[in-house]
């Protein structure tokens, strides 16, 4: 017969080899991720509050990173540009991959075709993409502006060669190489909500329109919000695209907080100045993620 | 949520289920036409790309746009192995996306079944540790993570790129999710025949998870191909360089050779779109199903 303490020891010695074969399991991705993704994070905290010599010191300056940045006109610039992008890029993209996905639902011959192609952009280098449409937005001589001529626009913009269009172009870029992955989760969402519900719909009379608003939108509540999060965050970081299509030229016109970080980390190695500048830019995504986790918790409840 | 992406049992059960989405007659020509202006915006750039890159330099810009390169000059794609170290380039390239891929695999699995199947104290918290890091974006840990590496000296090597890509959190979080979906019955039965968790993770769970793999695989070997950003800041040795940071010192020595920067951007592109082609379905569903849960 087994005693009481017996049963515990015995629960305890299983408790402890679990716990020994479930690290050996996350050990070997887990020691790479702690070393190169969780002590960077925690780093980035202490640098912003530092400065550092040419030796690679760093000496603790408290706020004195942030007082710059407060008075750092390229840094609200560079804010200024990422809320320009972000401001047309989310709403842009949303409608796209939406209008794309809605008509993917359909009962079409070549949906399938179509599914395909629209991933190419999201799986190309982005240096090829950023070649491709730079040649295409090209002034003089590029397609774009040829088209827009046949059209009638006597005066196309200059598109990455001028300081007002030069947004506007990667804005458009980027909306492309997006919009066939999120309306591949559009699709996802689309897919979940039951034809009982459309079926209902019809036989209650409403039109084409009055199903989309009662029927198609609430059901995508939760995949569009979901996604509006990650266009946020995408956003926000947008560094490779700027960077190999106009290294935010002209002048400063597309300059974004992302390459602010890069150009005061890497071209002039102020670590610190460049931590401060991150934890700006982390704090703005936290603050997302926070705001989405708190909403899908009331949504829940 | 992945399996209705499915689309051919699905499809079926649409039919019956949904005679609402059938279109009448002029609503689907309307749908056509968006379809089919859609794809041209999609595909003009990629066929500008592929009709440039078969042109002499003098042909890419002019007025009237030529569509068609009447007298393709096939000969760009021998002159630009001879003008460019895409030998080079493309070897690395490849090589990295091999371990890299090999790694985020073999470690993200691994990694995932300790999450999914083990219990153990604190294991919850610990995943929600990596799941958090999934929503901080890269851009913003790149100046702590660049000294880290300088520490460790792994700059300027390519080792730097596999530390960068191999241990991602992506990895786990996908295998995990699928195999959750295995039933815990199956897992105590092996463990009952007195299986150790190792056999279990290897003999079971590794054949029962080939299309996770699979689309494991693809979106990691897709990542490192295209990565930009990584070996830029950690590859200074042009004898280092991948396919992307190539391409990119390619088009600012020769700014005035369209044809032949267009033929360097097809090579570029053209191996992972054979891949995604050739696993297509792999892919999607693994991004159906990290993005929806991410």
């Known amino acids: 017969m087994t005693t009481i303490a017996d049963t515990r020891r015995r629960r305890g010695r299983v408790v402890a080899r679990n716990t020994a074969v479930g690290w050996s399991f996350l050990l070997p991705n887990f020691a790479g991720f702690v070393i190169l993704t969780m002590v960077p994070v925690v780093l980035l905290f202490y640098y912003a509050f530092t400065e550092w010599d040419v030796f690679g010191g760093a000496t603790w300056t408290g706020l004195d990173n942030f007082r710059q940045m407060a008075r750092d006109t390229s840094?609200?610039?560079?804010?200024?540009?990422?809320?320009?992008?972000?401001a047309f890029h989310i709403p842009l993209t949303l409608g796209v991959s939406l209008?794309?996905?809605?008509l993917l639902n359909r009962r079409l011959r070549g949906v399938a075709f179509f599914r395909t192609v629209a991933f190419f952009p999201y799986i190309t280098s982005i240096v090829a993409i950023a070649q491709i449409w730079n040649m295409?937005?090209?002034p003089g001589f590029g397609p774009v502006n040829e088209v827009l001529r046949w059209i009638g626009v006597d005066h196309p913009p200059g598109w990455t060669t001028s300081a007002d269009a030069s947004m506007p172009a990667v804005i458009v870029v980027g909306t492309w190489r997006y919009m066939g992955y999120y309306m591949l989760l559009f699709l996802a969402g689309l897919q979940t909500i039951p034809a009982q519900l459309y079926e209902a719909a019809l036989v209650d009379g409403a039109s084409a329109w009055q199903r989309f608003r009662a029927v198609t939108l609430p059901g995508l509540r939760h995949t569009t919000f979901f996604i509006t999060v990650l266009l946020t965050i995408e956003s926000f970081k947008v560094l490779d695209l700027i960077l190999v299509m106009t290294d935010g030229g002209p002048g400063q016109?597309?300059?974004?907080?992302s390459q602010y970080i890069f150009q005061k980390g890497f071209e002039e190695n102020q670590f610190g100045y460049a931590s401060a500048v991150s934890v700006v830019l982390f704090a703005i995504c936290f603050l997302v993620t926070v705001v989405q986790f708190v909403v899908n918790k009331r949504r829940s409840a | 949520m992945?399996?209705?992406l499915q689309t051919p049992p699905s499809r079926v059960a649409d039919d019956e289920l949904q005679p609402v989405r059938r279109l009448s007659g002029g609503r689907r020509v309307l749908g056509y036409l968006t379809l089919g202006v859609a794809a041209v915006?999609?595909?003009?750039?990629?066929?500008?790309?592929?009709m440039s890159s078969l042109k002499s330099n003098n042909d890419v810009f002019t007025v009237p746009v030529q569509w068609i390169a009447t007298d393709p000059v096939w000969s760009n794609y021998l002159d630009i192995w001879s003008k460019s170290d895409m030998t080079t380039w493309l070897g690395n390239t490849v090589l990295l996306s091999a371990v890299v891929t090999l790694l985020q695999v073999f470690t993200g699995s691994f990694a995932a079944y300790g999450f999914a199947k083990v219990r153990f104290p604190g294991r919850d918290v610990l995943f929600l540790a990596y799941i958090g890091t999934l929503a901080v974006p890269w851009q913003s840990y790149m100046v702590p993570q660049f000294v880290m590496m300088s520490k460790l000296q792994l700059t300027d090597t390519l080792w730097a790129i596999v530390a960068l890509q191999a241990f991602g959190a992506l990895g786990v979080f996908l295998m995990k999710q699928f195999y959750e979906t295995v039933p815990d019955e199956l897992i105590d039965a092996a463990r009952i025949d007195g299986m150790s968790e190792y056999?279990?993770?290897r003999r079971i769970m590794l054949p029962l998870s080939v299309p996770a793999l699979a689309s494991l695989t693809l979106i990691t070997l897709v990542t490192t191909w295209n990565d930009y950003l990584g070996p830029l800041l950690y590859l200074?040795?042009?004898?280092?360089w991948t396919i992307q940071l190539g391409l990119k010192s390619f088009i600012s020595q020769y700014n005035a050779e369209y044809a032949l920067i267009m033929t360097g951007s097809v090579l570029s592109v053209l191996p992972i779109l054979v891949i995604f082609l050739a696993g297509q379905r792999y892919f999607v569903e693994g991004i159906a199903t990290t993005g929806l849960k991410g």
């Open chain 1, 75 to 86: 840094f609200w610039t560079a804010l200024r540009n990422t809320l320009y992008y972000a």
């Open chain 1, 99 to 102: 209008g794309l996905a809605l």
């Open chain 1, 136 to 138: 295409l937005f090209s």
């Open chain 1, 253 to 257: 016109s597309t300059l974004v907080l």
């Open chain 2, 2 to 4: 992945t399996t209705l």
């Open chain 2, 41 to 50: 915006v999609v595909l003009l750039p990629f066929y500008w790309m592929v």
């Open chain 2, 199 to 201: 056999g279990i993770y």
């Open chain 2, 236 to 240: 200074r040795s042009p004898d280092l």
